[in-house]
Structures are given as C-alpha cells and as structure tokens.
C-alpha cells in the first residue's frame, strides 16, 4: 500500500468512525435493543479498522521524519478521547436493557427483549424468523463486551499517536535518531520511486538533444540547459520550506534538521519531491561530468592514460601505492605500469615506457628509467602480464616469477579494490584480493573529500554514471 493511499484510508476511517459514532451517541437512548446492539458492533467493526491502519501507519512512520498519517494527530486523539467518553455517559457500556412500559423495570435477558421487540411489531415478520431473532439477540448480548472491546481498540490507537507525537519530538532533539530516519526515507525513495522517475529524467533528456530547437550545440551544453530547467522548477513557486531544502540539497545533515524542525508543515509528498529533485541534479552533473572524464587524456602526448578520469584515479590512489608496494625496488614502477595497462587505465598498444617515467616523476617524484620499466616484460614473450602464472611463466624462471608476482598483486589488488573488473582475463591468483589489501582499507590515508572523488572515478570507468 502507497503512503497516499494509506492516508487516504485513515483520514475515511477516522471520519467513518467519529461519524457513526456521534450517531451513535445522540440516538442511542432512542434506537431499539437490536439496533443498539448492532450499531454497537458496527462501531466496534469501524474501530478495528482504524485501528489496522493506524499500526500501519505507526509502523511507517519509523522509517520517516515527516508525519506520513496526513492527520492532525492532537486533534485526533481529542475526537477520538471525547467520544469515547460521551459514548460511555449513554450508558453504551453496559448491558442493553428494554424498557417495554414506562411502569415496568427493563429487561436484561436478551431473548426476552427480541421476543418484546417482536411483539411490538417494531420488526417485519420476515425479521421475527429464527435466523433474525438468533442474530439479534447476539448483538444484544454482546454489546457490553463489544463496548469493552471497542475501548482498548481506541485505546490502542490513542497510544500509537501518543508514541508518534513524542517520535516527532525526539526527532527534533536526537541527531543520532533523525539521521538514520533520513536515511531510512532515502532509501524507500530509492527502492520505490527512483527507477520510475530516472526513466522519466533519460526520456526528458533525450527529448532536449533530439529537439530541433538545440540543433547546433552539444550534448554537454544541452543536458546543462536542461539541469538550469530542473534547478529553477525545484527553487521557485514552491512551498518555502521545500525551496529550502532543496537549495541545500547536498547537505543531509541541514536538511534532515529542517524537515524535524519543520514537520507539521512539509508532507510526505514535497519531501518525495525533494529526493526526485536531488537525484535528478545528481544523475545530470554525473552524465556531464563523465562525459568530460572519459575524454582522452592530452597529456603525456596523450598516449599514456586512455581518458582523464583513468589519469584522476592513478595520481588518486598513490598513497595506497606509496604505503603497500613504495618505490625502494625501483623495478615496483614497472608492476604499476602492468597492472595499470592490464586493468584498462593505460593504453596496451602504445610505446609510452618512457611517458611512464615522466609520470612516476611528477606523482611519486621518482627517477626511474623507461628500461626499468620494459626491462620485465622482455620475458613475457607479449603476453599480458596478469595472464602469468606458475604454470604459464613464458620466459621467466619460477624463482623470478616469485620475486615479481608479489609488488603485481599488490599493485593489481589496490586498482581493482576499487574498480571491481571480472571480466578481464588474468591467472586465477588475481581472482581474489592480495590478502593484505583485501583486509585493509587501503584508502584511508585520503580526505573524506578525495576517497569521495576515488570512489566517483571508480563508477565512471565502470561506465555506471551515464545515463544513456
């Protein structure tokens, strides 16, 4: 059940409910046995069904700051605490009696009041056969209890909106609690209405490069425009609060305070709206900044890294490098340069031994010679270092095999920590993490800020940040 429709169900519940029970209330003195009776345990029946929303509800609403019932709560539980208590002055809680004549004392035996209802011809005949009589006299004789009944239902709910009430008053005060809430609501947005609204998003962007009207400018230029669109549909002639929020979209911590401090007058619905919008502006300047990324690197005489993002990641993850593998052994430089070229960041069919070198100059600010670098792969026999093994060593004795296998692993396992490629064809030992780097978190020398843009890079030579 959507949130909507749940909050369509309680607000037609709780107007049900109070509804036949203020009937209930000014009619009761007047209605027949059997009708007390059976409005007793339509009442009962209302309450039940309120009640099996409201634990919904309740329930939902652990994953939410905003209040998802659509209710106003306080009122609520008014409403709800005054019938009852007017309900109880009628004298609904106790057993139904029938005062036959004016002289007489009731009647509290169910049988006995049907059989006077029936005398009386308040009922048709074909309501005085058995099945009738048999049905009405249950709903009399179970009325007190039904009452009974009805209470604790009530009293259910009123505890669920009391323990709701003091959630949204927690939210205000506890970081802790307010943080996993916002991500409990980031991801339901996720699971249940990202996959529909990014499809919407990839339509709308592919409509803007198709229009004619965008004829002439790039694709980079037109998804820009595009997001200008998005930024200012999202900003202006919107509730205030929601206009805030996303304005600050980037800034869970700000937001979900907000939306605690704010929560009575921001719905579920604008905060759904706000993570469209936040996801929207996410998946654009993803596609847009990827699309510069994956350009082909200038520099080096752009023979060296196949794109700029493969250039990013390799100066990225030098401290991991400088920590597990250093550069004492300056033949290491040349298991970097392999492993870089097996995992696709450098280019295979290039002569850039030498460029290497002037990379690992700038970044590592070593002086290695590019025959350093070739000097192992002369005994690959052109085979891609990653395929060597044990049992394929081509050219190279096991004992040297075992001297370079170890600074490979480790150079192949920190690049492919991160980029996760299992489609490259290499020697079953490259299957699993270097023990060491599988244990560690081999990045966390870098900033927040840097493992972020690691971690982005990553999901772009992964071709993950395209849209289409």
Same mark, same amino acid.
């Given at each position: 059940?959507?949130?909507?429709?749940?909050?369509?169900?309680?607000?037609?519940?709780?107007?049900?409910?109070?509804?036949?029970?203020?009937?209930?209330?000014?009619?009761?003195?007047?209605?027949?046995?059997?009708?007390?009776?059976?409005?007793?345990?339509?009442?009962?029946?209302?309450?039940?069904?309120?009640?099996?929303?409201?634990?919904?509800?309740?329930?939902?609403?652990?994953?939410?700051?905003?209040?998802?019932?659509?209710?106003?709560?306080?009122?609520?539980?008014?409403?709800?605490?005054?019938?009852?208590?007017?309900?109880?002055?009628?004298?609904?809680?106790?057993?139904?009696?029938?005062?036959?004549?004016?002289?007489?004392?009731?009647?509290?035996?169910?049988?006995?009041?049907?059989?006077?209802?029936?005398?009386?011809?308040?009922?048709?005949?074909?309501?005085?056969?058995?099945?009738?009589?048999?049905?009405?006299?249950?709903?009399?004789?179970?009325?007190?209890?039904?009452?009974?009944?009805?209470?604790?239902?009530? #009293?259910?709910? +009123?505890?669920?909106? @009391?323990? %709701? !009430?003091?959630?949204? /008053?927690?939210?205000?005060?506890?970081?802790? $609690?307010?943080?996993?809430?916002?991500?409990?609501?980031?991801?339901?947005?996720?699971?249940?209405?990202?996959?529909?609204?990014?499809?919407?998003?990839?339509?709308?962007?592919?409509?803007?490069?198709?229009?004619?009207?965008?004829?002439?400018?790039?694709?980079?230029?037109?998804?820009?425009?595009?997001?200008?669109?998005?930024?200012?549909?999202?900003?202006?002639?919107?509730?205030?609060?929601?206009?805030?929020?996303?304005?600050?979209?980037?800034?869970?911590?700000?937001?979900?305070?907000?939306?605690?401090? #704010?929560?009575? +007058?921001?719905?579920? @619905?604008? %905060? !759904?709206?706000?993570? /469209?919008?936040?996801?929207?502006?996410?998946? $654009?300047?993803?596609?847009?900044?990827?699309?510069?990324?994956?350009?082909?690197?200038?520099?080096?005489?752009?023979?060296?890294?196949?794109?700029?993002?493969?250039?990013?990641?390799?100066?990225?993850?030098?401290?991991?490098?400088?920590?597990?593998?250093?550069?004492?052994?300056?033949?290491?430089?040349?298991?970097?340069?392999?492993?870089?070229?097996?995992?696709?960041?450098?280019?295979?069919?290039?002569?850039?031994?030498?460029?290497?070198?002037?990379?690992?100059?700038?970044?590592?600010?070593?002086?290695?010679?590019?025959?350093?670098?070739?000097?192992?792969?002369?005994?690959?026999?052109?085979?891609?270092?990653?395929?060597?093994?044990?049992?394929?060593?081509?050219?190279?004795?096991?004992?040297?095999?075992?001297?370079?296998?170890?600074?490979?692993?480790?150079?192949?396992?920190?690049?492919?920590?991160?980029?996760?490629?299992?489609?490259?064809?290499?020697?079953?030992?490259?299957?699993?993490?270097?023990?060491?780097?599988?244990?560690?978190?081999?990045?966390?020398?870098?900033?927040?800020?840097?493992?972020?843009?690691?971690?982005?890079?990553?999901?772009?030579?992964?071709?993950?940040?395209?849209?289409?």
């Amino acid at each position: 059940m959507s949130i909507e429709q749940l909050q369509d169900n309680l607000k037609s519940s709780v107007d049900h409910f109070v509804s036949l029970g203020k009937v209930l209330n000014l009619s009761y003195s007047k209605l027949w046995p059997s009708e007390q009776g059976t409005l007793m345990y339509a009442l009962l029946m209302a309450g039940r069904r309120l009640s099996n929303f409201m634990a919904q509800a309740h329930k939902l609403q652990d994953s939410f700051i905003p209040d998802i019932t659509g209710l106003n709560l306080i009122e609520t539980r008014g409403e709800l605490l005054n019938l009852m208590s007017y309900l109880e002055q009628r004298d609904c809680d106790i057993d139904i009696a029938y005062y036959f004549r004016d002289d007489t004392e009731p009647i509290f035996d169910p049988y006995e009041i049907v059989t006077e209802e029936n005398l009386g011809n308040l009922f048709p005949a074909k309501e005085q056969a058995q099945h009738y009589v048999s049905a009405r006299k249950l709903m009399i004789e179970t009325s007190k209890n039904n009452f009974s009944e009805l209470e604790e239902c009530i #009293k259910t709910v +009123n505890d669920r909106i @009391d323990k %709701m !009430l003091d959630d949204g /008053k927690k939210l205000k005060r506890d970081t802790e $609690l307010r943080m996993a809430r916002f991500k409990a609501m980031e991801e339901y947005y996720s699971k249940t209405f990202w996959e529909q609204d990014r499809a919407q998003l990839i339509a709308r962007a592919k409509g803007e490069i198709e229009d004619k009207d965008n004829k002439g400018k790039s694709q980079v230029e037109i998804l820009n425009l595009l997001l200008r669109d998005i930024v200012a549909e999202n900003l202006s002639n919107i509730n205030n609060i929601l206009a805030d929020i996303n304005l600050h979209r980037t800034d869970r911590t700000y937001v979900a305070k907000m939306v605690a401090d #704010k929560r009575d +007058n921001i719905c579920m @619905d604008e %905060m !759904l709206a706000h993570f /469209k919008y936040r996801e929207e502006c996410k998946a $654009l300047n993803n596609h847009i900044e990827t699309l510069w990324l994956s350009v082909k690197c200038d520099k080096y005489n752009g023979k060296l890294f196949v794109s700029e993002a493969a250039h990013e990641f390799a100066i990225l993850i030098r401290d991991a490098v400088m920590l597990y593998v250093s550069f004492e052994n300056k033949m290491n430089a040349a298991f970097l340069f392999y492993a870089m070229r097996d995992l696709g960041l450098v280019f295979s069919e290039e002569n850039n031994a030498t460029l290497m070198t002037d990379f690992m100059k700038e970044v590592y600010n070593e002086d290695i010679s590019a025959d350093t670098i070739t000097k192992p792969l002369r005994k690959t026999n052109g085979q891609a270092f990653c395929m060597i093994d044990e049992n394929n060593l081509r050219s190279f004795s096991q004992r040297e095999f075992r001297k370079y296998k170890e600074p490979y692993w480790l150079c192949y396992s920190i690049i492919n920590k991160l980029l996760a490629i299992e489609d490259v064809k290499c020697a079953e030992y490259l299957k699993q993490l270097h023990p060491t780097i599988a244990s560690k978190d081999v990045f966390e020398t870098l900033e927040e800020e840097n493992k972020s843009r690691l971690y982005f890079l990553s999901s772009v030579l992964r071709g993950e940040t395209l849209m289409f």
